[in-house]
């Protein structure tokens, strides 16, 4: 059984969701790229999230976020359900879009944290092998240049959606500075110089091992229900804080431990029944759900 998320308001967090075996659903194309950005600007509006930047490869995506209001869960499944019934639609498939389990949301400890992962999300597709630099990356990535550079604007695209419906013609969503950073400047200089030293990092490794970028053309020429031909990495234990900083990583890791600690003892007293029991800041579904009392966050 999987351990309760905490979600508590003001958290920024590093959000990432894989295809189905790995099928690359998400491949970069008018279409997806339309829906995926379209869908995002709906949810980031309807749960008032703050986005600080994004990458979706072929196969996976990334968010950096911020969650004023404690709704990321709401907003997550939201966001996959929207994507996956209209990109499944446009596809004429009907099998399941995402893997098995829930999405990963690890929150990050300080804005160093928030830096160096927001990095390596934007570097991702160099490091997968794909392009030679993450701005030439043909699917959506955020530009650090468009970080408090004001609204993007993403229309209703024609399939899936009704002309006539509840749904938007248009959307605007923004890449907002992050928590804890003042100067949007200077948080762009960090982001640009963190992620090229990644790119430059993982170009000298594709030398190494004698291997190329993909580029774009074949990136584009890329058949949705194909895989990666590499072996799918094992199953480790999914983390739910992020931390350079190994006393920062500690101090995150005994709070989640008292929470979970808390959460059972309140979950075995409600089951023993007693009605006012009161569970950890941070409860998420038996709060949603069931309207259980929660301490203040």
Not at 31 to 42: A, H, M, P, Q
Request: aromatic letters at 8%.
């Amino acid at each position: 059984m999987t351990a309760p998320r905490q979600v508590l308001s003001g958290v920024t967090y590093h959000v990432t969701r894989r295809c189905a075996q790995r099928d690359l659903l998400l491949r970069p194309s008018e279409l997806v790229n339309e829906t995926f950005l379209y869908v995002l600007g709906v949810a980031l509006r309807r749960y008032g999230l703050l986005l600080h930047g994004f990458c979706v490869l072929s196969n996976h995506f990334h968010l950096v976020l911020t969650d004023p209001g404690a709704r990321l869960p709401a907003f997550e499944q939201y966001l996959d359900s929207l994507v996956a019934r209209s990109i499944n639609a446009a596809l004429g498939r009907w099998e399941a879009f995402w893997a098995s389990g829930s999405y990963s949301a690890v929150a990050l400890a300080t804005p160093d944290d928030v830096v160096d992962t927001l990095a390596y999300a934007l570097a991702n597709p160099v490091s997968a092998g794909l392009v030679s630099r993450g701005s030439e990356w043909p699917g959506l990535w955020s530009s650090p240049e468009r970080i408090g550079a004001g609204p993007i604007v993403a229309r209703r695209p024609e399939h899936f959606f009704r002309r006539n419906g509840s749904m938007p013609e248009s959307v605007e969503l923004e890449l907002t500075l992050p928590p804890g950073f003042d100067d949007v400047v200077q948080f762009r200089d960090r982001l640009v110089d963190a992620s090229t030293r990644r790119e430059l990092v993982a170009t000298e490794r594709l030398k190494a091992e004698g291997r190329t970028f993909l580029g774009v053309r074949r990136v584009l020429a890329q058949s949705p229900n194909a895989r990666p031909a590499t072996v799918a990495p094992r199953r480790g234990p999914k983390p739910r804080v992020g931390a350079r900083d190994k006393w920062k990583r500690i101090e995150a890791l005994g709070r989640l431990r008292t929470f979970l600690d808390d959460y059972r003892e309140a979950l075995k007293a409600l089951r023993a029944g007693l009605r006012d029991v009161v569970f950890p800041s941070g409860t998420y579904r038996l709060r949603v759900a069931h309207g259980v009392r929660c301490a203040p966050g």
